[in-house]
């Protein structure tokens, strides 16, 4: 008996799977060619799964800041927040994040998933209530795992499940927390926050946003869901990360609780790991600034999305409930998806593929992700490519 006799059966099931598409296993990307082409696999590929919602990591304003940042500050600051960790910089962005969202307070966190992790295993015990999204991000179930709190999870976007579960609780003496994602990560749908923002007031518990993936994306000036949905003023937490609009590494919560300052002496992902560095923080702070001055941006970003996500539907494939920078193509099965995945590659399209089981609904998944840097012809590339698959032809 060895320590790695337990991982048998996955080994096994992805040797199997690496025997029918040995590039998957083996994506490295090569060379970044522009913000959306890079070379894979010696071929020039244009990215349609990335992240990279608006262009940032190659934006002038975004290097020339990090490079800044880089030789003044160095490469990394060697030290938690609450030791060394914290410089100047890192303060400035936590007010310009407040300023941006409106709200009194702002932690920054090394990264998107710590800040989840954070929040989740401090702000609640185990004698409070999380009732979360099925379709919720792992770092929001490994926060409430690392903190002991009870979880319930609340059938995806569905109110009528969510307030069942809020009434049973209602005659608990405990708090509730209830988690859900802006735009949710797998299928692009946004969560149906005016609903649930109502159900909150009603039974008296708290609301937590991780708009990851719609900060820079949704609404009026790119502060996210809750703004697109008008329902900032219920909205307790909105946890964000950099790594995707803003193009850096990193993430946040903010809040018009002051008391969340607490945090910063309670949590352990906040205390026992280094702060973000200098060239990560000064790129952070520089795409936030090119969002609030470029909502063009995010009309580009959706205009290219509208277009993919109508084409790839009317091409008869199983996309997201809907139209979204994020658009997955549902497979029955997974040979299919390696095989789409892999002629996709061939003409020169990169999308993600994710299996189950981090798949909402268990079937495999093409994601496709857009980003305002497309150009058009890129994305009516990306539909041609997924055109030479499409189910009837
Ligand atoms: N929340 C959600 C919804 C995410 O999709 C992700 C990243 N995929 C994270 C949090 C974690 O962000 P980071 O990459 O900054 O750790």
Known sequence: MGLFDKFEKIAASKRDLESQCPAFFNVVIQDIISSTEALIGGRKVILAGTNNYLGMPLRRECIQAACKALQEEGTGTTGSRMANGTY?????????????????????????????????????????????????????????????????????????????????????????????????????????????????????????????????????????????????????FVVGTFSKSLGSVGGFCSSNHSELEIIRYTSRPYVFTASSSPANIAAAKAALSIIRKEPGLREKLWDNANFLYSRLKAMGFHVGPEASPIIPVRCARIQEAFAMWNALLERGVYVNMVLPPATPDGTALLRCSLSAAHTHSQVESIADAFEAQRPSA
Do not use: W
Not at 89 to 103: A, N, Q, T, Y
Not at 173 to 194: H, N, T
């Open 88 to 236: 100047a910089s890192h303060v400035d962005l936590e007010r310009d994040i407040s300023d941006f969202l409106g709200k009194s307070n702002t932690i920054v966190f090394t990264t998107g998933y710590s800040a989840n992790l954070a929040m989740l295993s401090t702000m609640v015990g185990p004698r409070d209530f999380v009732l979360l999204d099925a379709d919720c991000h792992a770092s929001i179930y490994d926060g409430c795992r690392l903190g002991g709190v009870q979880v319930f999870r609340f059938k995806h976007n569905d109110l009528d499940d969510l307030e069942k579960r809020l009434k049973r609780l209602s005659n608990q003496d405990a708090d509730v927390l209830i988690v859900v994602e802006g735009l949710y990560s797998m299928m692009g749908d946004r969560a149906s926050l005016p609903g649930i923002a109502a159900l909150k007031e009603e039974y008296g518990a708290y609301l937590l946003v991780d708009e990851a993936h719609s900060l820079g994306v949704l609404g009026e000036t790119g502060r996210g869901l809750a703004q697109e949905a008008g329902v900032e003023d219920a909205v307790d």
